[in-house]
């Protein structure tokens, strides 16, 4: 049973998410307030994390924050949670290691299909052992690529939307898309899963 860690400060939405994962077989842990959320995911080690942004004490960046700087929370996987209309710092919650972000009230099927599929992927990366270090695109350099396409190569491999990479890097998602064709043309592979393997290895090395 996969253990997810619910940082919410409002009461209601905080209990309708606890629910909701009940009902489908997670095990499910709340936490009222960021300080709070970062002490319980340092000590439960949950499989995810659903963490709202804007919080008394500690906002959601710094819960994020935290657990990126930790050895044993680094590849925890993270999902902020915003509310309409609320204003936030996209490139900033991206560059700091948020796997998505979702739009409360977040509809049930888009929070589960959410959930899923980054789940899936921390599976799928625990299975090939490998233990990247996603702190600078430098050892990809070695691949023949300039430093702006290595740029672009990192967060494909962290699985990173070419919208994602947009906001992060500030460029176009056309200039993702220009430079994505010249990572499969330097490193021959046609798909983004080939490239993220050839990425994975090089910086695991």
């Known amino acids: 049973m996969k253990k997810i860690l619910v940082i919410e400060d409002e009461p209601e939405m905080r209990r309708n998410l606890l629910t909701i994962l009940k009902f489908e077989k997670y095990q499910p842990l709340g936490a009222e307030n ?71 009230p977040v509809p049930r099927a888009d929070l589960l299909n959410a959930i899923t599929a980054r789940l899936r992927r921390a599976e799928q990366q625990a299975q090939q052992q490998f233990k990247p270090d996603f702190s600078s695109h430098e050892p990809l350099l070695k ?8 740029e672009v190569l990192l967060w494909v491999a962290q699985g990173k939307t070419n919208s994602d990479i947009a906001v992060i890097l500030g460029i176009s998602e056309s200039t993702v898309k220009k430079h994505l064709l010249e990572i499969f043309q330097n490193l021959n592979v046609e798909t983004r899963t080939a490239a993220s393997l050839r990425a994975l290895e090089v910086l695991s090395s």
């Open 34 to 104: 960021g300080r709070i959320g970062l002490d319980m995911a340092r000590a439960e080690k949950p499989d995810l994390i659903l963490c709202d942004v804007m919080m008394p004490e500690l906002d959601g960046y710094g819960v994020l924050q935290g657990l990126r700087e930790s050895p044993d929370t680094v590849t925890l996987p993270f999902i902020l949670l915003t509310a309409k209309g609320e204003k936030v710092d996209q490139r900033c919650g991206m560059n700091l290691g948020a796997d998505d972000y979702l739009t409360k």
């Open 143 to 150: 691949l023949g690529l300039t430093p702006r396409v290595a």
